[in-house]
Nanobody
Framework: VQLSESGGGLVQTGASQRLSCVASGRMFSNYAMGWFRQAPGREREFLAAIWGTSYGEQTYYTDSVKGRFTISRDNTKNTAYLQMNSLRPEDTSIYYC????????????????WGQGIQVTVSS
């Protein structure tokens, strides 16, 4: 499996942005997908996860983005999304999507395939 993120860039405070993560491979609907971000000098932070279709595509969020960010997937396009609304300067970071191997979805070590990351910058 390989992942490729797109949709990042520079936006103003309060704007919305949607990140996409396209996966190679034929079993995408079975993948549990997660989104993380990492700012310079900080640990990689869990944002959201979505389970595979066989687990009802259940979603999970960290508290800091709940209500602002939405994770979703389109299995026909092998793509996971992160819709980000009401963006703030503190959301500035490199954003990563990943495929989870283990059920502890909040922990980066539960993910074994990562995208290259994409920069999101929110100006004040």
């Amino acid at each position: 499996v390989q992942l490729s993120e797109s949709g990042g860039g520079l936006v103003q405070t309060g704007a919305s942005q949607r990140l996409s993560c396209v996966a190679s491979g034929r079993m995408f609907s079975n993948y549990a997908m997660g989104w993380f971000r990492q700012a310079p000098g900080r640990e990689r932070e869990f944002l959201a996860a979505i389970w595979g279709t066989s687990y009802g595509e259940q979603t999970y969020y960290t508290d800091s983005v709940k209500g602002r960010f939405t994770i979703s997937r389109d299995n026909t396009k092998n793509t996971a999304y992160l819709q980000m609304n009401s963006l703030r300067p503190e959301d500035t970071s490199i954003y990563y999507c990943a495929v989870a191997r283990y059920a502890n979805y909040r922990t980066p070590t539960s993910y074994d395939v990562w995208g290259q990351g994409i920069q999101v910058t929110v100006s004040s």
